[in-house]
């Protein structure tokens, strides 16, 4: 399988505390990647510098076989916008605009035409159970409705690969599950998953494990 | 571009009181300026272009004498302070000997369109028990009207009357209100300085809106003055009406250097006045700087909450791929598009400011007279209004906006948001 993103010898130093050491890690098209570890274990940090975020303090990062040079940054910009797709435990959705509109906005920075936008993203809503509330602004949603909203976001232009932090770190057991089955479903429509989460048992549920501890990846588990 | 406008709307929008009131803010100083502009430079431009007709472009006098602190400023420099005591002023006419060579070599000079002769004088008018003093001024009116535009400010054009009636006199509007006198044929007892005294009739008034003229000026026949002052055949300052009059100066010069007399500019002759508008300009501007200065803040704080308030939106837009001068444009957007309201809503103002100002019949007694407001309505200051507004408003909103631009997405996302 192709791979999409590699990283080689990444360090990772934030304020003199080593956080990620020598992380060397493959992530390949439609996997689904659980990231789990104790609290300031370095898993966000690592999915950060993944989903070219930020930058490791040394060691070398590519995307689709083309090595990130941290310096360009409208580049990074670009791959940020066109092949990845952000998910977080606070669905950081913009109050001003409505969930359609929420989810137009990385469309129309890669300058899909309105229209077009317009109809990916009631597509995009609709598939993820919420047609009828696209006119909704986000405080008028429930949380697990905001969440999919910013998963109907992260998916808009069609991305390489979903980078979900904590995903289901704010919503209750159903929702959580609501969640987990729309990853699962994209997973199985080819679509690149990696997930940080602390909780042990929805990291089963991908394919392959990575457990971190102390800035170093203890295991790295691919159920067969 | 939709992008980011979409959002630089969709963000303001959001804020709907504050907006106006910045807009509002930015509107009163757009105004402001064009009012005060439209009203000083009007009532400049009106002081300026009645003194260039009634004033000569041009006057040549004779050279003012040496007086001795002057001399003695030559020697010690001008950091002392001369005191002269029993100093007498010197016994010397002021008489230009050759004008009649002067007005027939300069009349036949392209760039100058008339040159006519002064006698210039002081004496008392008495009418009944009212005596005022007034500027006696001997013209030929025929050469007058060449070198001036006499004629514009002669209520009832009979400025020839001098010729035909050498005891006729025309004298300044507001003279003849404080002498009394409200009506053309009224004769008035005039006093020269030498003693003389003859009667004449008042044929008509001088009428210039420029007060301190109207109060003293008096016309006569040229020869009329020299026969009562005993000065026959002498003039003491010829008038030049140029066609440039932005080449007063340097004509004034060039004559002045060919004919060895004292010439003077008209812009020499109000210079203190000129000098006075510029000051008045630089406190005006400075009054509407500090009002746009004012503007500008609103809009800095509005920006600045905003961003504050929006650090979760911008770390989102930066993850998904926005660059950091696209958030700049999304705020500096904020702050073009209040500049921009802001600016139509100061231009429709100012406007109506405008037109309510000029509507007013009101008397207006200064340095000028006028029935209510000069105002020079030029398009200009709505041009410089429209820039002044929208350098203001991206100059306020471009320092938050590129803090914005340089929020790190990471640091918001661990913080929690």
Redesign the interface.
């Known amino acids: 399988m192709m791979e999409i993103i590699k990283v080689e010898n990444i360090n990772k130093f934030i304020a003199n505390e080593h956080i990620l050491k020598n992380i060397n890690l493959s992530v390949k098209r439609g996997e689904f990647i659980g990231i789990i570890g104790p609290s300031g274990s370095g898993k966000s940090t690592l999915l950060y510098i993944l989903g070219l975020l930020d930058q490791p303090t040394d060691g070398k990062v590519f995307v689709e076989n083309q090595e990130i040079n941290f310096k360009d940054k409208k580049r990074i910009s670009e791959i940020r916008n066109k092949k990845f797709g952000f998910v977080f435990q606070f669905h950081y959705l913009i109050n001003e605009l409505t969930a359609l509109e929420n989810v137009m906005v990385p469309m129309l920075k890669s300058g899909v035409e309105k229209s077009v936008a317009v109809d990916i993203a009631i597509k995009n809503l609709k598939k993820l159970g919420l047609g009828k509330k696209q006119y909704r602004r986000p405080y008028e949603l429930s949380g697990g409705e905001q969440q999919r909203v910013s998963i109907a976001r992260a998916l808009s232009n069609n991305p390489l690969v979903i980078i979900a932090d904590e995903p289901t770190g704010n919503l209750d057991s159903k929702n959580t599950e609501i969640v987990m089955e729309i990853f699962e479903n994209l997973n199985k429509e080819g679509k690149t998953i990696i997930m940080v989460t602390h909780e042990i048992d929805l990291a089963e549920r991908t394919q392959r494990i990575i457990k971190l501890k102390d800035g170093e990846i203890m295991e790295d588990v691919k159920k067969i | 571009m ?2 980011i406008l ?2 630089a709307l ?2 303001l ?2 804020r709907k009181r504050q907006t106006f009131v910045s807009i509002f803010g930015v509107g009163i100083g757009v105004a402001a300026f064009i009012v005060m502009a439209s009203l000083m430079n009007g009532f400049q431009k009106y002081f300026v272009e009645q003194a260039i007709d009634l004033n000569a472009h041009i006057t040549l006098k004779t050279k003012p004498e040496d007086i001795p602190d002057r001399i003695l400023k030559i020697y010690f420099g001008d950091k002392i302070i001369p005191v002269i005591l029993g100093s007498k002023p010197p016994e010397k006419k002021d008489k230009i000997t050759d004008y009649k060579f002067i007005i027939e070599k300069y009349s036949n000079n392209p760039d100058i369109l008339g040159v006519a002769p002064h006698l210039v004088s002081q004496g008392i008018l008495k009418y009944g028990t009212v005596e005022k003093s007034g500027s006696l001024i001997g013209i030929d009116p025929n050469l007058e009207r060449k070198a001036s535009v006499i004629d514009k400010f002669i209520e009832n054009k009979r400025l020839d009357v001098l010729l035909a009636d050498e005891n006729s006199i025309i004298i300044g509007k507001l003279l003849a209100k404080d002498l009394g006198i409200y009506e053309t044929g009224k004769k008035v007892i005039l006093t020269t300085p030498n003693g003389n005294t003859h009667l004449f009739k008042v044929v008509d008034f001088f009428n210039s809106g420029i007060t301190n003229l109207d109060q003293t000026r008096v016309y006569l026949n040229l020869r009329t003055l020299q026969t009562m002052l005993q000065r026959p055949n002498e003039v003491n300052e010829l008038i030049f009406k140029i066609k440039d009059v932005n080449k007063a100066e340097r004509l004034a010069r060039l004559i002045s250097q060919e004919t060895g007399y004292y010439t003077e500019s008209w812009q020499f002759a109000y210079k203190n006045f000129l000098q006075l508008f510029k000051i008045q300009n630089y406190i005006t501007y400075m009054i509407v700087f500090a009002i746009l200065i004012v503007s500008a803040f609103g809009i800095f704080n509005i920006i600045m909450m905003t961003v504050m308030e929006k650090k ?2 911008i ?10 001068d ?1 958030i700049i444009k999304i705020f500096t957007f904020q702050g073009v598009i209040i500049g921009f309201f802001g600016y139509i809503i100061g231009a429709i103002l100012g406007y109506s400011i405008q037109e309510w100002l000029s509507s007013l019949k009101i008397d207006v007694e200064g340095l000028i007279r006028a029935k209510g407001f000069i105002l020079d309505r030029s398009i200009l200051y709505f041009v410089y209004g429209f820039v002044f507004s929208m350098f203001f408003s991206i100059l306020a909103s471009f320092y938050p906006s590129y803090k914005a631009s340089k929020l790190n ?2 640091d918001i ?2 913080s ?2």
Request: avoid cysteine.
């Open positions: 939709y992008h979409f959002l969709k963000f929008v959001e979760k939106d770390a989102i837009l930066k993850t998904v791929g926005y660059e950091d696209e997405p990471v996302f661990r929690g948001g």
